[in-house]
């Protein structure tokens, strides 16, 4: 009996030394049946019941490992917190996982799993403090997956959040903490940054997986799509398109970079192409995909869906897709029936579509601008353009406010907004002091340009009580004055500083030289007295050739006794002119059909009606003259055979 238990307790330090083993490799598949033997010798054995639940989360079998954790008694009564809430994490019930990490004691492990929670219900600004503190108060050998993941969550957050944290000083070491660096510049527009930085990832991803081919190329799947995604924005749309098809072609990343590939493709053919941006949707917009993309990124790829079925045509699928979005809480929803609106020509009930759905997206605060625009509510319009936070302070949308307010509630309002610009940009404290002054010296163009001297000349001052040596403001300061107050004018144009003129330059030809356009367009230059009396002596020296007379010539047509006296009427009406003769071939085609100029001849020769008509004794005479008898034709000899050859 004591060598059978021996035996049988051998046997299970045997399995778990196997199970440990295969472990340590990976093989998690042949280790759940090697947990599996054991577990029939000893059903109670929580080591192997451990053991189980570890294999099964290893194989993604989350459902029965979370069915094992809270059905076995004796797992229930070992604190198992972590394990049933990485479960429910990966079955995507993620505030389900928070109550239960909220249970289990504080430890990093729990600290990283929480922020993996918190960065996939995307609150960035919690994931991001977890992962700092985590990489702060540890060491150990995931150092640089926490640092990868905290650069992770700050990249997502300058991407799909409206205020986006302050990106950490991260190490980029690894291709990933390089990677999700580009990223964060992509984000932020430094486009030419962000290159460098995939530039780099891809080569340390090379050297990392330089002995495996197939993760070099899953992994670099998605840093190409992100350069492909520089070359976009940067405008070189050919170049984007041929990353973007490598990598759909050669199927090396995870659905979640194919999808975002497909879904540019789509952006870049807009309109065209119809047929192939229907096949990249299909990748884009698989079930297994979606769940894996941030929210922003599946509403971008619905958005897009939608407006295929409106450039296609296919209005039914277009109105359903619609109503999804808009029933999903889709910001973007209401700018899909205003583009339908807008394609008829229905700006007003547009305008309203938009107003009505009350969203605070910037894209569609940008086209309620524009369609009040169209409408002609300019100041309406400016106010709107107003609200949008990230153009704020620049000079395009600057420029462009003005100019609506100055369309539609006069030049003083106009003005007013853009000292009110003015002082927002003193406020912020983000600029240079050239940017300030050419700030104030179009704010005083604006001004003079718009009758409004007097306070373009307080700005000028207070610019020059600053900086006296700004030519360009005293210049304007000059104008300003000349409009309202011309002795004021006088006196400030004796601050201009002296120029210094070369010696090789005469003023006197440069005022005398003023161009004097004359009729036909020519400039006759005025000249000084000393080159007009040069010139006068310089014609008296050269003796002028004199121009032999050339004899006038006669016409053809000469009357004796002196000119022609016809000569001032047409040559044509003249009493000798003389049509030349031309060719009898000219004739033909002219007419009616068949008449030649033969035919007109004995035509004219038989009709009577032009010629005077005959007396009685010449009619008499032509009656009584004998008929004219036939011509009789000589009688020919009958014609005798020859005989033989004639002789002389």
């Not at 497909?262 to 949707?281: G, T, V």
């Not at 853009?418 to 240079?432: C, F, K, P, W």
């Not at 009357?559 to 004739?587: C, F, L, T």
Request: aromatic share 6%; with cysteine; charged share 30%.
């Amino acid at each position: 009996m004591t060598n059978n238990l021996s035996m049988a307790e051998k046997t299970v330090e045997q399995l778990f030394t196997q199970i440990r083993k295969l472990g340590q490799d990976g093989h998690y598949d042949k280790a759940l049946p090697l947990v599996m033997d054991v577990l029939k010798k000893n059903p109670k054995d929580l080591d192997a019941l451990k053991c189980k639940v570890v294999c099964l989360l290893k194989l993604d079998k989350c459902k029965e490992a979370y069915h094992l954790i809270t059905t076995d008694k004796e797992l229930s009564k070992i604190p198992m917190w972590h394990e049933r809430a990485y479960c429910l994490y990966r079955r995507n019930k993620l505030e389900d996982a928070i109550a239960e990490l909220n249970n289990a004691e504080p430890s990093p492990k729990v600290d990283e799993l929480l922020a993996q929670i918190y960065y996939k219900l995307e609150n960035y600004e919690e994931a991001a403090s977890i992962y700092k503190a985590l990489v702060k108060n540890t060491m150990d050998s995931y150092t640089n997956e926490r640092e990868t993941n905290l650069a992770a969550s700050l990249a997502s957050s300058s991407a799909f959040k409206s205020k986006p944290i302050k990106w950490v000083g991260v190490r980029e070491s690894t291709y990933e903490l390089c990677y999700n660096s580009a990223c964060y510049s992509v984000s932020t527009g430094d486009l030419d940054s962000a290159q460098q930085k995939l530039e780099k990832a891809g080569e340390l991803c090379k050297k990392e997986f330089e002995d495996d081919e197939a993760e070099t190329k899953s992994e670099l799947a998605p840093i190409n799509v992100m350069k492909g995604l520089c070359l976009q924005k940067s405008g070189n749309t050919k170049e984007a398109l041929e990353l973007y098809n490598t990598v759909l072609k050669e199927k090396a990343g995870d659905g979640q970079t194919l999808a975002v590939a497909a879904n540019n493709i789509i952006c870049i053919n807009k309109d065209q192409n119809m047929f192939d941006s229907k096949k990249k949707l299909k990748i884009a917009t698989s079930d297994s995909v979606k769940a894996k993309l941030a929210a922003s990124q599946a509403n971008n790829i619905d958005f897009n869906s939608c407006l295929l079925s409106f450039y296609t045509n296919q209005l039914e699928n277009f109105k359903k897709k619609s109503a999804q979005l808009q029933s999903a809480g889709s910001p973007l929803a209401p700018l899909l029936l205003a583009t339908s609106l807008v394609r008829d020509k229905k700006f007003e009930d547009a305008l309203k579509t938009l107003q009505d759905g009350q969203s605070q997206d910037e894209i569609v605060r940008l086209s309620i601008a524009e369609l009040m625009k169209k409408t002609g509510s300019f100041t309406d319009s400016a106010e709107v353009l107003k609200k949008v936070v990230s153009m704020s302070n620049k000079p395009g949308s600057v420029s462009m406010i003005a100019s609506l307010l100055l369309l539609g509630s006069g030049p003083s309002v106009a003005a007013d907004y853009l000292d009110l610009a003015l002082e927002e940009l003193r406020n912020t404290g983000n600029y240079s002091n050239e940017d300030m002054i050419s700030w104030i010296l179009l704010c005083a163009k604006f001004r003079i340009a718009n009758d409004m001297p007097e306070k373009a000349a307080v700005n000028l001052e207070n610019l020059l009580a600053r900086d006296p040596t700004n030519i360009k403001a005293l210049a304007l300061l000059i104008r300003s004055y000349s409009l309202f107050d011309a002795p004021k004018a006088h006196d400030v144009a004796e601050r201009l500083p002296d120029i210094d003129i070369p010696s090789d330059i005469d003023l006197e030809q440069l005022e005398i030289g003023v161009g004097v356009t004359s009729g036909r367009g020519l400039r006759k230059v005025i000249q000084p007295e000393k080159e007009k009396i040069n010139e006068a002596n310089r014609k008296i020296e050269t003796k002028e050739k004199k121009r032999k007379k050339k004899k006038g010539k006669l016409p053809k047509v000469l009357v004796e006794g002196g000119p022609d006296p016809e000569r001032w009427i047409p040559r044509q009406e003249r009493s000798y002119y003389r049509r030349k003769k031309r060719n009898r071939n000219d004739a033909i085609g002219k007419g009616s059909q068949g008449l030649s100029a033969v035919n007109k001849a004995a035509e004219a020769a038989l009709d009577m009606s032009d010629k005077p008509k005959k007396t009685v004794e010449e009619e008499v005479r032509a009656t009584s003259a004998p008929p004219p008898q036939p011509k009789q034709q000589p009688k020919s000899k009958p014609k005798g055979k020859k005989k033989g050859k004639g002789k002389w």
